[in-house]
T-cell receptor, first 111, second 113 residues
Framework: DQQVKQNSPSLSVQEGRISILNCDYT??????FLWYKKYPAEGPTFLISISSIKDKNEDGRFTVFLNKSAKHLSLHIVPSQPGDSAVYFCAANFGNEKLTFGTGTRLTIIP | DVKVTQSSRYLVKRTGEKVFLECVQDMDHENMFWYRQDPGLGLRLIYFSYDVKMKEKGDIPEGYSVSREKKERFSLILESASTNQTSMYLC????????????FGPGTRLTVL
């Protein structure tokens, strides 16, 4: 049972435009959400997070939005750059250190 | 800089062999984790440890065991490797809070023939 879902396996975006990556979850107990980025042959690296008491968190070009009623979060990257090409995983947790990850979205930025 | 290292980048083993995957972190983190990454399934937690000699099962512990004798080292053991354990294995560590960032190693690509 996939509690965290990323329904788009891949996404291509023109350089300079906005990239929007989506994530849905089913477990209403989740109260902390994260995005990780993964380049080939490297481990995932933390990008940005959001607590369920907020609906938006910004860090430079990256913004995460949380819609608790829809159990949906999204990551916006503006403007998109070639170095943003990677696989993006959303993750969620509650209660302990265990993270539940989504299946990932491969983002390709077209120069 | 946090560093998480894994003993091998690539490993090829035969069905039935006992396999050890080693992970070492240099930041005195309390928590350590083992995940596997498979296409279309994302990262799935196998086991995690929140202290020396302490462990908890993750979502897919079957066929695996772990050992944490020292704080900096967390080992994943495949007692009798099977072809369905061919995967990318990722180790991570984090401080002690549940919202603390997990830092990942580069991964070990294990192929079981």
């Amino acid at each position: 049972d996939q509690q965290v879902k990323q329904n788009s396996p891949s996404l291509s975006v023109q350089e300079g435009r906005i990239s929007i990556l989506n994530c849905d979850y089913t477990n209403s107990m989740f109260d902390y959400f994260l995005w990780y980025k993964k380049y080939p042959a490297e481990g995932p690296t933390f990008l940005i997070s959001i607590s369920s008491i907020k609906d938006k968190n910004e860090d430079g070009r990256f913004t995460v939005f949380l819609n608790k009623s829809a159990k949906h979060l999204s990551l916006h990257i503006v403007p998109s750059q070639p170095g943003d090409s990677a696989v993006y995983f959303c993750a969620a947790n509650f209660g302990n250190e265990k993270l539940t990850f989504g299946t990932g979205t491969r983002l390709t930025i077209i120069p | 800089d946090v560093k998480v290292t894994q003993s091998s980048r690539y490993l090829v083993k035969r069905t039935g062999e006992k396999v050890f995957l080693e992970c070492v972190q240099d930041m005195d983190h309390e928590n350590m984790f083992w995940y596997r990454q498979d296409p279309g399934l994302g990262l799935r937690l196998i086991y995690f440890s929140y202290d020396v000699k302490m462990k908890e099962k993750g979502d897919i512990p079957e066929g695996y065991s772990v050992s944490r004798e020292k704080k900096e080292r967390f080992s994943l053991i495949l007692e009798s490797a099977s072809t369905n354990q061919t995967s990318m294995y990722l180790c991570a560590s984090s401080p002690s809070g549940r919202t603390d960032t997990q830092y990942f190693g580069p991964g070990t690509r294990l192929t079981v023939l």
